[in-house]
């Protein structure tokens, strides 16, 4: 069996040439561009959950939340560490 690659995409940088970069490396480009973003997505949806559910999952809720955050941080952190072409 092939050992797993990484899917690799051509997304177009600055001269409208392709450069490859994969799916993960532009998630994280993009979190490191628009975090703020983000986190008022986060909220919104976890608002609308709360709303859905009467608040009967608030905890559960807030748990996701928060750790979508951490994730969304970390990633984001590291696409504004990634070296640009």
């Not at 600055?14 to 909220?43: A, C, F, Q, W």
């Amino acid at each position: 069996m092939a050992p797993h690659t990484r899917h690799r995409t051509s997304v177009p940088d600055e001269t409208g040439r392709g450069n490859p970069m994969s799916i993960m490396d532009k998630m994280k480009d993009l979190l490191g561009k628009h975090g703020d973003k983000v986190d008022k997505v986060v909220e919104k949806a976890g608002d609308v959950v709360d709303q859905k559910t009467g608040g009967k999952y608030a905890d559960k809720v807030d748990k996701a939340q928060e750790q979508a955050r951490r994730t969304a941080d970390k990633w984001g952190e590291e696409g504004r560490q990634q070296p640009r072409p």
